[in-house]
C-alpha cells in the first residue's frame, strides 16, 4: 500500500549545525541570530545540504536513512553531485532484488518501450498545454518498438528541445547555456526522489532496464524518472518567462525548483503530488519484475491544473 502522504524537501544553504532530538530534525545557526527550528524527521523526503560549513551528526544520518529520506549534497558550483540513501527499507529487500536481477531480456526491452513512449506523450501534452505543435511527437509514439531500437527517444528529444526553447541557438546540454542551469539542477532533484523511491520499492538503483554505464550508481532512476521529466521542464519554462537574468543559479531559482516533489500530477486518472505518483510507478516496476504485471505506471499525458 502506497502513503498518500507529501514529505518534505529542506534546502540549506547556510552555515548551520544539523542533529537529532526526540525525532526531531534540529537547525542550530551559529550566528546566534536566529532561534532553534525543528522538523519531523518523519515528514522530511529530502535534504539539500548546499554549504561547506554544514555539520551534521550521525544520529542525524542514521534517523534520515531509517524514514527513507534522500540526502543531496552539492558541489562548489552549488549543484548536486552526489546521494546518500539507505541501503534497504523494504521488508523483503533480498527477495524484491532476486525478481530484479532474474528479469528477462524481453521483459526489460519491453519496460523501456513503455517508458519511452510515455516520456514522448508527456513531452507532447506539455508542448499542447503550450499550444505549440506537437505533431510530429505524436505521430513517433506510434513508432516505439521493443527496446526502441528505432532511437526515437533521441528523435523526439531533438524536435521537443527545438520547439520548446526559443533562444537562437539553444542546445540541451549538461554544460550549455541557461536554462541549463535550471534544467540540471530540476533533474538531480527529480532523480533524487526516483532513486528514493526505487529503494523503498525494494529496487537497486545501479541496475537499469536500458541504461548502463558501471560509473553511474543511479541507472535504473535514470531510467524510471524519464517520463516525469516534463514536469520539470514546464516548471522552468515557467520561471524562464519570470525571470530576466538565469545566469547564476540564485537561492531564489532553487526554491522555485525545490517544489519538484510537491508537484501536481495526474496517474491512473487521479491528481497526486510527484512524490507520490512516483512511488506508484516504483511499485508498479516491482509488479512487472514479480510477473504480477506487465504494465508500467506512469503519469498520465495531462498538464491541465
Known sequence: MISEMIKKTLYFGNPCYLRKEQGQLVIEFPDGE?????????????????????????????????????????????????????????????????YQLEASLPLRKNLWQQTVMAKIRNQAALLDLLGLDSKRLNQLVRQVKSDDNGNCEARAASWYWEILIKEPGFRRHRYGDPPNNLLNYGYSILRSVCARSLVASGLLTTLGIHHRNKYNPYCLADDIMEPYRPWVDRLVIEIVNEFDSLEKLTRELKSRLLVIPALDVKIDHQKSPLMVAMQRTTASLMDCFEGLSRKLLFPDPDMHE
Open 34 to 98: 536566529q532561534g532553534k527550528r525543528t522538523v519531523p524527521i518523519e515528514d522530511t523526503g529530502v535534504v539539500v545540504l548546499d554549504h561547506p560549513r554544514i555539520t551534521i551528526t550521525q544520529g542525524l544520518l542514521a534517523a534520515l536513512s531509517e524514514n527513507n529520506a534522500v540526502l543531496v549534497n552539492c558541489d562548489e558550483r552549488h549543484l548536486p553531485f552526489s546521494l546518500l540513501l539507505p541501503i534497504a527499507t523494504h521488508h523483503a529487500v533480498t527477495e524484491k532484488l532476486r
